[in-house]
């Protein structure tokens, strides 16, 4: 992990003796993969809110991630931090509403970054033709004790957008997998269809599609509408 | 992504109010004051730190 102490100048850049040091929070890289990706983290001091400081040392880090080499940042934020939310659009990553059952369940709202907004994009224009999309991004695939949780959870989501919309849209599951992640990527597999099982009571189809900009894997599923 | 304003200082990232360097043990006690508070934390993974002490071994790794 490269973890930076957020501190408060005194001035402009070009002074930088004239730092006070006034601590502000943290803001780190975790979960490294060389030229590959990492996930995105950041904290300040409440009384630092408010002041545009968490964008500003977010946009320096995700600058530094580029240097050194990676393609793609991670920040998983719950879908009610709106202040997190708003932070991360606005520094320009491309951001996908999640509906997250509960805290630690193992799948939060995903946020990609610009390395990938063609990708974006077009899933936005798939989502514009009447599909809704579910992104998830458990913390580990291949943990064990997540399958059952993730199945459980992308059933529910089913059942409700259903529910709220039996007009027959389409609901398209992408699951984020690392291309080195082979049992990873299995897991995947057997979670979104399980998961679509369980709440449709049949099969889906199913299709990868390699990212290379990312060198991101997405599962996608399409349940029949 | 805004990447411009960022510039590079003694391995510290300069910003034009902020400078970040990399996590070191002096900071512990300042970063409890954000770990340890149950409002900042509500959205990690994990509750307030209960003392400085936990956010010290932390810093340490």
């Known amino acids: ?225 | 992504m805004r990447t411009a304003a960022t510039r590079t200082f003694m391995n510290a990232l300069l910003t034009s109010r902020l400078v970040l360097n990399d996590l070191a043990l002096d900071d512990a006690f300042d970063l409890f004051a954000a770990r340890g508070d149950a409002e900042a934390m509500a959205y990690w993974d994990w509750p307030a730190d209960p003392n400085p002490g936990v956010t010290r071994m932390l810093v340490t790794g």
């Open chain 1, 1 to 225: 992990m490269i973890a930076r102490s957020v501190r408060r100048s005194r001035e402009v850049l070009d002074t930088t003796s004239s730092f006070d040091r006034t601590f502000v929070g943290l803001c780190d890289l975790s979960e490294l993969r060389p030229e590959k990706s990492a996930d995105l983290g950041f904290m300040l001091m409440r009384r630092h809110w408010g002041q545009g400081l968490a964008q500003e040392a977010v946009t320096a880090v995700l600058a530094f991630a580029q240097q050194l080499g990676l393609r793609s940042a991670h920040a998983r934020v719950h879908e009610d931090n709106e202040r997190s939310v708003r932070l991360l659009e606005r520094t320009g990553l491309c951001g996908y509403a999640v509906r997250s059952a509960s805290r630690g369940s193992g799948l939060e709202c995903f946020v990609t970054v610009a390395a990938s907004r063609e990708c974006c994009e077009r899933l936005n224009g798939a989502a514009a033709q009447r599909e809704t999309l579910i992104w998830l991004a458990p913390v580990k695939w291949a943990d064990r004790s997540l399958p059952r949780d993730c199945e459980s959870l992308l059933s529910t989501l089913f059942r409700a957008l259903r529910s709220s919309d039996p007009s027959g849209r389409r609901h398209r599951v992408l699951a984020t997998v690392d291309a080195a992640d082979i049992r990873g990527l299995g897991t995947a597999q057997t979670v979104v269809r399980r998961g679509a099982a369980l709440a449709l009571g049949t099969d889906v189809s199913m299709l990868l599609m390699s990212i290379t900009s990312s060198r991101i894997l997405h599962l996608a599923a399409m349940p029949p509408a």
